[in-house]
């Protein structure tokens, strides 16, 4: 499923709930007594009404619930690699043959700084050398 | 080995990153001279900000803009104090980098001896001096005081590697061998230090006599196959097993059964791999080394090591041709 659907999936999916609460609000408001009938409910009835939800609030409530569920899912940014290999391979070319160990390749502790400045002196040459 | 690279940064990296050096220092001038608190508030400090010193430190040596390295120096010393273990390294650093002739090295040398007879535990000192004894071709002397630095601190795997290549220079493959497994004992998915020994173990084995020992090839494409298994498309493990399996195949083209029952002995050590395995391996990387070199643009390899995988995948072919 594409991710531009999901905040559309999400947005209708939270409509869906708020309308299911609010149809749950009303059908138990509608089925409290009226204080004039309760005289005539608890003469016939000792319980009060427990009447249950119809079926289709219900239903309502489930898809609603289940359509946020998968927007957000759908809409969630890519998985990060779990697998260390995958990871390596990523980190590896990402960084052009770097990775958290190349540091132990480098070695910046014994860099050698004269043979470092003496390499970028003569490459500088070449360069010059190159554009004439 | 080819593959082998020794430094991350390119020149041209290096010459645009100390090109902004001198922008970079202008911005940050208030940071640690200020006296006033208000400066802490504004560029609120980080470890950041030391380090990316430290690194415009080391490229400005590099490319020779020894101005604006002692700036960076300067600015280390008034933040962490001259004392500090850390700086007093970059500061020799910066020191060799700007002597002039080998007897102010000696000097600095001198210094370091000092220092060290003081405080024998100044790592970062410690390996400055290691550093300047190889640099004046004393590698003895270097591979002596690096063995002593390992017996003060035996998981210092910078260390290790160091001696590693010491030794290697010194064609001691053994002890080269060893210092990388000490390492691997400390980090053991360091895919590319895997790579290194499979590519020291196959140096050695290739290197003595004329015939190839086949006990540290099969070690050495262990090591490749490890290398790979612990990175996918590694371009570096796939080229050193290629390399160990052609010679493996074409020093012993048939060893399937004789070798496999000398070698299953009880000392603990592992069988030769048959043929037929080898020869599976060997195919494998082809595959995958031409895979990785057809589509290399649109992947961020380096351009060099692609190159040199193409020249032997071509090599393999026209042997195989004749």
């Not at chain 2, 290739?206 to 494409?221: I, P, Q, R, V």
């Not at chain 2, 000392?267 to 395995?277: F, K």
């Amino acid at each position: 499923m594409p991710s531009y659907l999901s905040r559309p999936l999400t947005v209708l999916g939270l409509l869906f709930l708020s309308h299911a609460c609010y149809s749950a609000y009303e059908h138990s408001t509608l089925l409290t007594p009226s204080p004039q009938s309760s005289t005539i409910a608890s003469t016939s009835t000792s319980s009060p009404p427990t009447a249950s939800l119809p079926l289709d609030i219900s239903l309502e409530t489930i898809i609603s619930v289940i359509m946020i569920c998968v927007g957000l899912v759908v809409g969630a940014e890519e998985l990060k690699p779990i697998m260390w290999r995958v990871w390596a391979g990523k980190v590896e070319r990402e960084s052009g043959g770097g990775g958290p160990f190349q540091g132990l390749e480098d070695r910046l502790g014994f860099v050698d700084i004269r043979a470092k400045r003496k390499e970028f002196a003569d490459w500088v040459r070449d360069q010059d050398n190159d554009k004439k | 080995m080819s593959l082998s690279s020794s430094l991350r940064h390119s020149n041209s990296e290096a010459l645009s990153l100390s090109q902004q050096s001198t922008q970079y220092l202008q911005k940050h001038t208030s940071t640690g001279t200020s006296t006033i608190p208000i400066a802490f508030i504004s560029y609120p400090e980080s470890t950041e900000l030391w380090l990316m010193y430290e690194k415009l430190l080391l490229s400005c040596l590099r490319t020779g803009d020894d101005k604006a390295a002692h700036l960076c120096i300067e600015k280390l010393i008034d933040r962490f104090g001259a004392t500090n273990e850390r700086v007093m390294g970059l500061r020799g650093l910066y020191q060799e980098a700007v002597a002039k002739d080998d007897a102010a090295l000696g000097r600095i040398l001198h210094e370091y001896d000092e220092v060290l007879a003081e405080d024998p535990v100044n790592t970062p000192v410690a390996k400055r001096r290691i550093a300047l004894l190889q640099s004046l071709s004393r590698t003895t002397d270097a591979i002596d005081a690096l063995t002593e630095l390992l017996e003060s601190s035996p998981t210092d795997i910078e260390a290790w590697t160091e001696l590693s290549d010491l030794y290697l220079s010194q064609s001691l493959f053994p002890q080269a061998i060893f210092c990388l497994e000490e390492v691997l004992l400390v980090v053991p998915s360091a895919w590319n230090i895997h790579a290194r020994l499979g590519e020291v173990l196959y140096v050695s084995a290739t290197s003595g006599n004329e015939s190839a020992d086949g006990k540290t090839l099969a070690e050495a494409m262990r090591r490749f196959c490890r290398s790979i298994e612990l990175c996918d498309d590694y371009l570096r493990g796939y080229y050193g097993l290629k390399m160990t399996t052609d010679r493996l195949l074409s020093a012993f083209p048939d060893n399937s059964k004789a070798a496999g029952q000398i070698m299953s002995t009880d000392n603990g050590e592992l069988p030769m791999p048959s043929t037929a395995t080898v020869r599976r391996l060997n195919e494998k990387a082809t595959s995958k080394l031409a895979e990785i070199t057809r589509r290399t643009t649109d992947r961020g390899y380096n351009y060099a090591e692609v190159v040199a995988a193409k020249e032997l995948l071509d090599k393999s072919t026209q042997t195989k041709q004749r």
